[in-house]
Nanobody, 123 residues
Framework: QVLLVESGGGLVQAGGSLRLSCAVS????????MGWFRQAPGKEREFVAS????????RYADSVKGRFTISRDNAKNTVYLQMNSLKPEDTAVYYC????????????????WGQGTQVTISS
């Protein structure tokens, strides 16, 4: 049994910050690579950030580099996405996902998905 639950979404003004959390159930969390993806209305799901099982390796989409930070706390079975300097184009539903191996950048490579949390940035 693996369950992912996102939280922390909301409405903020451009230039503001949000921190998303993804709580993961299961004893094998520490072995999962984790990723964040987002999907805006009428758009395909796109990669945002990912992190290796031990937190050493991270990857970011070019559009969020320097603004977003992915991290994890294996003791709390939680993955975070700190989002700073938010822009209207960041508006989307954000999903966390888990992989049993590499911290991929393609959504089809992930095995487990949360329900998503809405992030809306006003201008």
């Amino acid at each position: 049994q693996v369950l992912l639950v996102e939280s922390g979404g909301g409405l903020v003004q451009a230039g503001g910050s949000l921190r998303l959390s993804c709580a993961v159930s299961g004893r094998t969390f520490s072995s999962y690579a984790m990723g964040w993806f987002r999907q805006a209305p009428g758009k395909e799901r796109e990669f945002v950030a990912s992190i290796s099982w031990n937190g050493v390796g991270t990857r970011y989409a070019d559009s969020v580099k320097g603004r977003f930070t992915i991290s994890r706390d294996n003791a709390k079975n939680t993955v975070y996405l700190q989002m700073n300097s938010l822009k209207p184009e960041d508006t989307a539903v954000y999903y966390c996902a888990g992989s049993g191996s590499y911290y991929y950048v393609t959504s089809k490579s992930y095995d487990y998905w949360g329900q998503g949390t809405q992030v809306t940035i006003s201008s």
